[in-house]
């Protein structure tokens, strides 16, 4: 990595802009332990300049990737460029993978589990210049905050443990000593997503500690904080525990191009891949004809119930969630199901604490809300959902910067809109699928009996097609330890707590059905890029004796 000095005379300071006397960040691709030229360049600018002159930011982009060397590149608003991979690179970097796997997958478990303690530390002594980039790419800082104690939750000292006990354990049975063990797969090609790229890119260390060699994409439209956390976080890291060259490969590349790459090549055993449930799903069919593995983070619809026991206050913090980055994190709560005895409360906190929920640029404190674009689908959806019954609690519409209303604003309003009925509430596209925006549907059912609401929730939460996670807010241990019992859909429920909130020892990442794929379950992703394999070691054993009498 190399980085060329901004001129701070062609420079002004403003809100939302970076430290105007830094230097710009400037990666090269980075395959078999070396930095690589790529073919041109990408420019990121900074998520404020999108906010302030959408015109400029986008005219300095293409202009600078026509003419890497024009001036435009020390303009204010540009943060740094990442070269990019063509064809040949794509193949370069498999390759430096499948030369390394080997060699790597026969470092000692514990050397290997070092890295997630020192990466964590690394986290965290880099989390400012870390923290600088979300920003630049659109995270609001207190979301990218988040994002960062999630991280360290994942690689904490208890989840660290947890995984080697997973990785190795072993039991004397006899003159047997047993072994049950995962070994890597080999060949791990990651793509994250575009809206978290570079937290979901700081998970391909744990299958590197399982003993993979890794490729990690990093997003041509977004890739700024993927190459900085792989390139200068995690590399040096890799050679602190003398990993071989080619252990960690890192390029900024076409998305389809890629893909159909890694699905081709022989070299290649796992492929994971975070984004849409439909593209997803078309991945992993390809994948299975190919003989790899497909491991699949998809689309959320996730539910919180509330029962009439509920502390109100605390259940309306978490439901709240749902509008955390304009609703574009997979994790975020998509709709509440409401006990009808508690429901007009409920709806009432929420519309009075909806208010904190604001737009912003995203390095002002306590801006939750990022931009939303392409906005055509969330007036489509409500649409539906108001012609069916549905009534419109707060919300609704665009508003500026400053959450001022407008038809233009590129930040959409937190929406909440009340549906009576729960049988029939799936009829909603709103209801049945991720949304995607900042759109909560609170969902009434008509009153009745305490156990038929029971026996109802209970099966909504079953039903749902997706399974990211699921939250109840109770204080019956009846309720709760029913839906303990009961709830069979997802891979994290979570009672009376943040729903988006990241935990020690439980699984991170990880659902069912549109969630996960066929193989989908809970996420840990050192222990789905390895396979469990069973050893026996025995003294003085006769082979007829173990197969027809005891021994």
């Not at 208890?158 to 063990?181: K, N, P």
């Not at 390809?286 to 983070?297: D, S």
Request: with cysteine.
């Amino acid at each position: 990595m190399m980085l060329f000095e901004a001129d701070p005379s062609q420079r002004s300071g403003g809100t939302g802009e970076q430290d105007r006397g830094a230097p710009l960040r400037s990666y090269d691709l980075y395959i078999g332990g070396k930095d690589v030229p790529g073919d041109g360049w990408v420019y990121t600018t900074s998520a404020a300049s999108l906010l302030e002159d959408v015109f400029t930011s986008i005219s300095l982009k293409r202009a600078l990737e026509k003419n890497p060397d024009d001036a435009a590149s020390r303009h204010r608003y540009v943060v740094g460029r990442c070269g990019v991979a063509t064809t040949e690179h794509i193949d370069e970097a498999t390759a430096a993978a499948a030369a390394a796997a080997r060699e790597w997958a026969a470092v000692p478990l514990e050397r290997r589990m070092r890295l997630g303690g020192l990466f964590r530390q690394t986290l965290i002594d880099n989390q400012d210049a870390f923290l600088e980039l979300l920003v630049a790419e659109s995270h609001p800082v207190n979301l990218a905050r988040w994002e960062l104690s999630c991280l360290q939750q994942v690689y904490g000292p208890e989840s660290l443990d947890w995984y080697a006990q997973r990785m190795h354990t072993e039991f004397q049975h006899g003159s047997r000593r047993l072994i049950v063990r995962r070994q890597p797969d080999g060949v791990v090609c990651f793509n994250p997503p575009q809206n978290a790229a570079g937290p979901s890119a700081a998970l391909a260390m744990l299958p590197l500690m399982a003993g993979n060699a890794v490729v990690v994409r990093a997003p041509r439209s977004i890739p700024l904080s993927t190459m900085y956390l792989c390139r200068d976080l995690m590399a040096p890291l890799l050679d602190e525990v003398g990993a071989p060259a080619g252990v960690l490969n890192v390029i900024c590349s076409n998305p389809k191009q890629t893909m159909d790459r890694w699905v081709e090549s022989p070299l290649v055993n796992d492929i994971f891949f975070i984004g849409g449930s439909e593209e997803g799903f078309k991945l992993q069919e390809r994948c299975i004809a190919n003989g790899k593995k497909p491991i699949l983070e998809l689309a959320g619809n996730d539910t919180i119930v509330v029962w009439k026991d509920a502390d109100l206050d605390l259940a309306t913090e978490a439901i709240l969630e749902c509008f955390y980055g304009s609703g574009q994190i997979c994790m975020v709560p998509n709709c509440v199901v409401v006990h009808p005895e508690v429901a007009d409360e409920l709806i009432a906190k929420i519309r009075e604490q909806i208010v904190e929920i604001r737009p912003g640029y995203p390095d002002e404190e306590g801006v939750l809300l990022s931009p939303v674009r392409r906005a055509e689908k969330f007036f489509a959806l409500q649409r539906q959902a108001t012609d069916n019954g549905a009534v419109l609690i707060c919300g609704g519409g665009r508003m500026e910067i400053d959450g001022t209303p407008s038809d233009t604003g590129v930040f959409l309003q937190p929406t909440v809109l009340r549906v009576d009925g729960l049988a029939t509430a799936r009829e909603l596209d709103m209801v049945k699928h991720e949304t995607f925006f900042p759109l909560l549907p609170v969902i009434v059912p008509a009153a009745a009996g305490d156990s038929e609401h029971l026996d109802d929730f209970i099966e909504f939460v079953n039903t749902n097609d997706y399974g990211l996670r699921n939250s109840l807010w109770a204080g019956s241990d009846e309720i709760v330890d029913a839906f303990v019992a009961r709830v069979v859909n997802g891979g994290l429920l979570k009672i009376n707590d943040s729903h988006i909130g990241f935990l020690p020892y439980l699984p991170s990442h990880g659902g069912t059905g549109l969630t996960g794929g066929v193989f989908g379950e809970a996420n840990y992703p050192m222990l789905k890029t390895s396979h469990v394999q069973g050893v026996s070691v025995a003294t003085g054993i006769r082979p007829r004796q173990a197969v027809f009498g005891d021994a």
